[in-house]
């Protein structure tokens, strides 16, 4: 790889040589790599196919899952939150034992393995919240719940300088990998202060479909919010704001055979 001096700044293909622009200037590279008409049909490169499918199919699993909880990732996610899903997503697929390499869907995988995925990197939940919470999820009625008994919000609490308040919600959501539909709702507690007085007991659900026969899944996050003269800013904080999923109920057993 070459950079590119000179005044005249150069984009494209020039022969065997591409120009494109980068955050250190100019670049200069010679093409390279592999035919798309071969990739696509020798065998040689059948393994590549059969990786780059189930690749495929791992982002496009993500984007869903990501769609589904969006309205609670506004203010919670890192930059790198799209790479770190489908590369989770890529597991659960790889899981998958019944159908061939290259074949392999979420469906069939294991999407219990996304259970503790955290949205945040850089603020986990796990490392804000330190009070300690049940969650569930019933398939027969489609509730998804949290239950939190009191806590003292300053002794297991990880805040930002300058929170007063803070919010814990919950979102619910019903995928359908292969038709690419979701059942979403959320559920959100009260903005409470961040103060030594112990907080009410908390107890959010949300209901889905009841009897589902697609996964279902179950994240709990907090906002932090600084109060002044009764209006809530919420702080943004990447470091402290968080969001993780902490219940999942992969596909039913498929109901035995009749006698």
Known sequence: MAKQTGIISLKGTIGNITFYKSKDGTMARAKGGVDAKRLAT????????????????????????????????????????????????????????????????????????????????????????????????????????????????????????????????????????????????????????ISATPTEVMNLSVNLTANSTRPLFLAMGIEFFQKVNGVSYSLKNGAYNALALVAISGMPAPPPPAP
């Not at 392999?104 to 796990?126: C, K, Q, W």
């Not at 019933?138 to 002794?155: C, E, H, I, Q, Y």
């Not at 930002?160 to 990998?177: K, Y």
Request: aromatic share 6%.
């Open 42 to 193: 020798d065998p040689a490169f059948v393994r590549t196919r059969e990786n780059g499918s189930e690749f495929g199919r791992a982002g496009k699993a993500g984007k869903l899952l990501r769609t589904a909880f969006r309205a609670l990732l506004s203010n919670i996610g890192d930059s790198q939150v799209t790479s770190r899903l489908s590369s989770q997503m890529l597991r659960v697929i790889q899981a998958d034992a019944t159908n061939a390499r290259g074949q392999r869907n979420v469906i069939d995988g294991e999407v219990e393995l996304l259970n503790g995925f955290e949205f945040n990197a850089n603020g986990r939940l796990g490392g804000t919240l330190y009070a300690p919470f049940a969650a569930s999820i019933d398939r027969g009625t489609g509730v998804l719940k949290v239950d939190m008994p009191a806590f003292v919000p300053v002794n297991l609490l990880a805040s930002p300088a300058g929170a007063t308040h803070f919010q814990i919600t919950i979102a619910g959501a019903e995928i359908d990998f292969e038709a690419e539909t979701i059942v979403n709702a959320t559920a959100a507690g009260a903005e409470t202060a």
